[in-house]
């Protein structure tokens, strides 16, 4: 196992490639080593690369509560009761309207869905 490597700024995919590699190497280091700590350090500048080039853009709300709906076994009645009314609940799921603060509110309070997803404005359906 290589116990020295000189730790840098991931600045290309060059380095990212290196830096992966390294990891590969660095996997089974046992904790309170050296190794530990750099593939520690190594895990930091890798996620923060990662961030940068590769950044993730948050869900659509829409998505989010259909995603939700979908995993709790829930009706777009049960929505439309949350948000005041089915035809609410439809302009919303069809993309025609965001979410007010009361309905993120409640959606977030009760669902459990994050508030800075379903605050993100609507995006139109294509």
């Known amino acids: 196992m290589q116990t020295t490597y000189a730790l840098k700024p991931i600045k290309t995919e060059a380095d990212y490639e290196a830096a992966m590699e390294l990891v590969e190497n660095l996997w089974d ?3 309170g080593t050296p190794e530990a700590d750099q593939l520690e350090v190594l895990g930091i500048l890798i996620d923060q690369y990662e961030a940068q080039q590769y950044p993730i ?3 659509d709300a829409v ?3 259909l995603f939700y ?3 709790n076994g829930l009706e777009r009645a049960e929505l439309g009761k949350l948000l005041g009314s089915r035809s609410r609940a439809s302009e919303f799921l069809n993309h025609k309207t965001s979410l007010s603060l009361t309905q993120i ?3 977030n309070e009760v669902w459990g869905i994050p508030a800075d997803v379903l605050i993100q404005p609507v995006r139109e359906s294509a």
């Open 63 to 65: 998505e989010a509560v």
């Open 105 to 107: 509110r409640k959606l």
């Open 57 to 59: 853009a948050a869900p």
């Open 29 to 31: 280091a046992k904790p």
């Open 69 to 71: 709906m979908e995993q």
